[in-house]
């Protein structure tokens, strides 16, 4: 693993994208990791095109900008990828994350991603929807994204989102969520 | 050994708060204000704490309750960002022309017009001349840090003086990183009972504050507050000894980073300067000899100190998220004084200065790199272009 991995998320207001930012910072500050976990704020508006970024690494971190060079890209709501190029400054070596019905090569097609680069889907929406009973995409994408990139183990993510949902909402919701994470880690697949 | 968290800045701050558990918290509890007074209040609420809580109409009563609390006697804070701290301005020379010790953690943000949210200088600069002290902070760490020591300096009885923690608005105030929590009592026992001085409540001893003083005494009144700043700078000092042997954490009058061999430095506060520390290090290893200056107490300013530490250097860039219109920008003006005072032996450095990041447009890292590369071709001796510029322009 690199020494600071960089997380660009994009999602639609109200998806729970920040959240799940947030959750994954969390989750990574076990074993003295530093983490940070901030959104792009601007006009705060349900469906409006938002970004949320995350660090990890196990030094401390000092730089308090946005992402420019991911090497995660989690893409959160898929029709965003026609409003903006998401693929702008991922590294040659990035993993994207996508919620999408389609087949992980389309999206590879659709990304123009490179050979060097890995491309993974996971139908986040109908896993909520099934689970939780609401398209909100965070809960399964967070599954997904811990899967590919090994940051924490699935059993501290579900611990870690337990906590953090614990807080605020009701018993059938959270483990509502909790399946939905395990879901998300569960299918994705690459392509 | 305290809990290590992933939290926001309002969020350490407003738990530092929680720990120091004031008797009186006076706001406004609206836009611009943050997040900072919302989670005091459920810890009020919820009787974490035990403070009194007043709601104002406005940041100028905020203010004034605030005043008119601590004259009373009690231990008092409020929090404010941006307009807030503006609207404010007229209370803001009464609680230091009447030495009251109230704690104010600033979330720096841009002042209007046109309108704007986010991260920015302005409110904090403009409020240099209140005759408050002024701590400014890195990060969240170093936010939560600065409140908790707050307490024991502005409330020194030495001093008596009010006293703003300033803060990066959204950069550190609305993000997430590591920190690390003291437990509650090891902060209870650091900050210690408070200390009341002449307070209004004690009816026995009947006492006026800020009555009018004609052309007899107003001069000389003035002269005290002048002295009384001339102390702060030792009771900063001492306060962070002490709680450097609490914490583990060293705090200065400000940081040197890399700073004794280099031949160029930036003198940059908050956020920015985390960001610039990287490529510092990212200079050091291609042979540069660069370095960072970071204030944190700029009100008293270390004039002497400040000077001294960069006297040596070949060419210096004051970074400044503020402007004086018409003028250098806020922070110029101050190590231009310092650099002009410092002794030596005729030789200082060649000084220029940037505005970068108004109205929270980003800092990045190639932005440092740009001018840490000028400052190495003036120290080779190339000509210094215009002193003031604006970076990260778009053109």
Redesign the interface.
């Known amino acids: 693993m690199p020494e600071m991995i960089e997380i660009r998320w994009h999602g639609r207001g109200g998806q729970g994208t920040v959240t799940a ?2 959750v994954l ?2 989750a990574c ?1 076990s074993g ?8 792009e ?1 601007g006009p705060e508006r349900a469906g409006a095109p938002l970004r949320a970024y995350n660090r990890v690494s196990d030094h401390e ?6 992402v ?1 060079n991911p090497g995660i890209v989690s893409i959160v709501d898929a029709t965003i990828m026609d409003a903006m190029d998401v693929t702008e400054g991922a590294l040659d070596d990035a993993i994207f994350v996508v919620n999408s019905t389609k087949d992980p090569a389309d999206i590879r097609k659709a990304l123009k991603a490179k050979n060097t680069q890995k491309v993974f889907t996971v139908d986040a929406t109908s896993i909520a929807i099934s689970e939780i009973g609401r398209p909100l995409p965070n809960s399964p994408m967070l599954g997904a994204v811990v899967k590919v990139t090994d940051l924490v183990t699935l059993s501290h993510l579900i611990e870690e989102v337990r906590k953090s949902f614990g807080k605020k909402f009701a018993e059938k919701i959270i483990s509502g969520n909790l399946k939905a994470v395990e879901r998300g880690y569960k299918e994705v697949r690459e392509g | 050994m305290g809990k ?3 939290v926001t800045g309002n969020e350490a701050v407003a738990n530092a708060l929680r720990q120091a558990d004031p008797d009186v918290c006076s706001l406004y509890p609206i836009t611009p204000q943050t997040d900072i007074v919302q989670r005091f209040s459920s810890f009020v609420a919820n009787g974490q704490v035990q403070t009194e809580l007043l709601n104002a109409e406005s940041e100028h009563s905020a203010m004034s309750a605030a005043i008119g609390a601590a004259a009373g006697g009690g231990r008092v804070i409020t929090a404010t960002s941006s307009q807030g701290l503006a609207l404010m301005w007229e209370m803001l020379h009464i609680a230091s022309g009447m030495n009251l010790p109230i704690i104010m953690p600033l979330v720096n943000r841009a002042l209007s017009a046109p309108l704007n ?2 991260g920015d200088h302005s409110d904090g600069m403009g409020a240099r001349d209140t005759g408050w002290i002024q701590l400014w902070s890195e ?1 969240a760490q170093e936010a939560y840090d600065n409140t908790i020591m707050s307490f024991r300096i502005g409330e020194h009885t030495d001093i008596r003086l009010p006293i703003m923690v300033c803060m ?1 608005g ?3 105030s ?5 920190m690390e929590y003291l437990e509650d009592d090891e902060v209870k026992k650091f900050i210690g009972p408070y200390q009341k001085v002449n307070p209004l409540l004690d009816l026995e001893h009947p006492k006026s504050f800020g009555p009018l003083i004609l052309t007899d005494l107003y001069h000389e009144y003035k002269r005290l507050q002048h002295e009384i700043m001339g102390r702060v700078k030792n009771v900063v000092l001492q306060v962070s000894d002490e709680f450097g042997k609490l914490s583990g954490r060293k705090y200065g009058l400000f940081e040197s980073y890399r700073l004794e061999d280099a031949e160029i430095a930036l003198v940059i506060l908050n ?2 300067a ?2 610039s ?2 490529v510092v290090d990212e200079l050091r290893d291609k042979g540069i000899k660069a370095g960072l200056l970071k204030p944190r107490l700029f009100r008293p300013f270390p004039y002497v100190e400040v000077g001294q530490a960069l006297k040596h250097l070949k060419a210096v860039c004051v970074m400044d998220r503020a402007d004086s219109f018409g003028g250098y920008g806020p922070m110029f003006m101050e190590i231009s004084s310092a650099m002009y005072q410092a002794d030596g032996e005729g030789r200082k450095p060649k000084l220029i200065n940037k505005i970068y990041g108004l109205g929270g447009r ?4 190639h932005d440092a790199r740009k001018v840490l590369l000028e400052l190495n071709e003036i120290a080779k001796g190339a000509p210094v272009g215009a002193v003031k510029e604006y970076i990260g322009v778009r053109e």
């Open positions: 930012a947030k910072a969390d500050l003295g990791r530093y983490v940070q976990a901030f959104p704020y971190l000092r730089l308090y900008c946005p420019v | 290590v968290v992933a949210i986010h990060n990066d959204f950069i550190v609305h993000s997430i990183a590591r956020s920015a985390g960001t520390k990287d980003d800092y990045m890292p």
